[in-house]
């Protein structure tokens, strides 16, 4: 089973940059597709993007589509979300999540359809 931790968040300025990282440990890593979520404080885990157990496709959520970019490299067991043009908005505990559903190709924007998640990092974007 592969165990997700989240690194890579912080304070940054809106306008911003900052790269999340997920580290998996697991030697079937490339049989998952990831995702990143995000939580708000008081309201419910949003979906932020998905990748394939390939990265050959991709999903993202319209509040960061052409500002945000999920990555992979499965050779070091590592998912990425690159996000440039940071808004107050993006303030959010951000989650790593992995699932095996129809063999890392199936991508959803619910929470719960997702099986395994790390434990977050935190990101704060000021004004």
């Known amino acids: 089973q592969v165990q997700l931790v989240e690194s890579g968040g912080g304070l940054v300025q809106a306008g911003g940059s900052l790269r999340l990282s997920c580290s998996a440990s697991g030697r079937t890593f490339s049989r998952y597709a990831m995702a990143w979520f995000r939580q708000a404080a008081g309201v419910e885990r949003d979906f932020v993007a998905a990748i394939t157990w390939d990265g050959g496709r991709t999903i993202y959520a319209d509040s960061v589509k052409g500002r945000f970019l999920i990555s992979r490299d499965n050779a070091q067991n590592m998912v990425y979300l690159q996000m440039n043009n940071l808004k107050r908005g993006d303030t959010a505990v951000y989650y790593c999540?992995?699932?095996?559903?129809?063999?890392?190709?199936?991508?959803?924007?619910?929470?719960?359809?997702?099986?395994?998640w790390g434990q977050g990092t935190q990101v704060t974007v000021s004004s």
């Open positions: 999540a992995a699932d095996r559903g129809g063999g890392g190709t199936t991508l959803s924007k619910f929470y719960q359809m997702w099986g395994l």
